[in-house]
């Protein structure tokens, strides 16, 4: 069984919105208090978006985010999602859905989450 499972991932037309989702299994989320999500380019290095401290809700972005995408979470589902807002083609990109140990915060440091999905298609078109 998949512990980290992503969805809502579409093609959207620039300026568009998507919210995309991710379904974390009931005992990865209750011992890793750190969400994320990262997104990747065929070529390039996966590169973090944002992450949440899913007890108290505190939140990180990358800069390109901030002010067009917003993590949060729901506890009593177990998911954290992403809406992505005023997308630019630049956006496109399949986007994962990480979990991690809490360590006193909570960043887009990839190599500190260890539970994964297999990421969802953000296609945005001009």
């Known amino acids: 069984q998949a512990q980290v499972v992503e969805s809502g991932g579409d093609s959207v037309q620039a300026g568009g919105s998507l919210r995309l989702s991710c379904q974390v299994s009931t005992y990865t989320y209750t011992n890793n208090k750190c969400g994320a999500w990262f997104r990747q380019v065929p070529g390039k290095e996966r590169e973090g978006v944002a992450a949440i401290w899913t007890d108290g809700g505190s939140t990180y972005y990358a800069d390109y985010a901030k002010g067009r995408f917003t993590i949060e979470r729901d506890n009593t589902k177990n998911v954290v999602y992403l809406q992505l807002s005023g997308l630019k083609p630049e956006d496109t990109a399949k986007y994962f859905c990480?979990?991690?140990?809490?360590?006193?915060?909570?960043?887009?440091?990839?190599?500190?989450?260890?539970?994964w999905g297999q990421g969802t298609q953000v296609t945005v078109s001009s």
């Open positions: 990480a979990a991690g140990p809490f360590r006193g915060y909570c960043y887009t440091v990839r190599n500190e989450y260890y539970y």
